[in-house]
């Protein structure tokens, strides 16, 4: 919703730019300059929004749903960095992962999380967490930080059928589809021509909003 805003805010700002550079007419300076805040609020907390796709830890009732489906899994942190961005002071990381489900081949993929600094010494190479794919035909999964019983076991017992990095191909997140607030438009890769058919026609309808009215003065 933001980002398909900020489109519209865009499309403004450049019919204002363009109206005040084209025409003289009067009353008509204050649209760019009062557009241009706007603008860059939105761009600012869109490109904040992105970097925080994929935080949002899952509900209880969405792990048991994921896990009802046979996609929870073992695996690995094989690397973990900050992203430079924190909330509340916990770090934004990415954690590079071996994923070894139950259902088919191990894989290598990334997922982001807030680490609270005294959580950091669970989150190191080597050591293994509980995970839920959230798709079975996608790479994408969630840290569940509290597990169960049974997976408490499994993690602990089984930590062995997870495979080296070394042995496994990578098979990249797409964050979009990670957990968060869902889009009013496609998300990840399928969705990325809805997108930008979206956000073109936004942008052309801010044009529109400002130019339409004044087109006897172009």
């Not at 081949?105 to 999380?113: F, I």
């Not at 589809?177 to 052309?204: H, I, K, W």
Request: hydrophobic share 45%; glycine share 10%; with cysteine.
């Amino acid at each position: 919703m933001l980002r398909l805003l900020t489109a519209l805010l865009a499309g403004i700002f450049v019919g204002g730019v363009g109206l005040d550079l084209l025409t003289d007419a009067e009353g008509i300076a204050w649209i760019w300059p009062t557009t241009l805040p706007f603008l860059i609020i939105g761009l600012t907390l869109a490109l904040v929004g992105n970097s925080l796709r994929g935080v949002l830890p899952l509900k209880d009732e969405q792990v048991r749903a994921l896990l009802d489906q046979n996609l929870g899994a073992l695996a690995r942190i094989t690397g973990i960095k900050r992203t430079g961005t924190s909330i509340n002071d916990a770090p934004l990381c990415e954690l590079d992962l071996v994923v070894a489900p139950f259902d088919r081949g191990a894989y290598a993929t990334t997922v982001r999380a807030l680490v609270d600094p005294v959580e950091i010494p669970r989150f190191q190479p080597g050591s293994v967490v509980v995970v839920a794919r959230l798709r079975a035909d996608r790479p994408e999964v969630s840290l569940i930080r509290e597990p169960d019983a049974e997976w408490r076991r499994r993690a602990n017992t089984e930590s062995d059928r997870i495979p080296r990095r070394n042995r496994v191909s990578v098979w990249e997140a797409d964050h979009r589809d990670a957990p968060g607030p869902r889009s009013l438009v496609g998300v990840g890769p399928e969705g990325r021509g809805q997108r930008l058919t979206a956000y073109a026609v936004l942008f052309v309808v801010g044009v529109a909003i400002v130019l339409g009215p004044n087109a006897s003065a172009l």
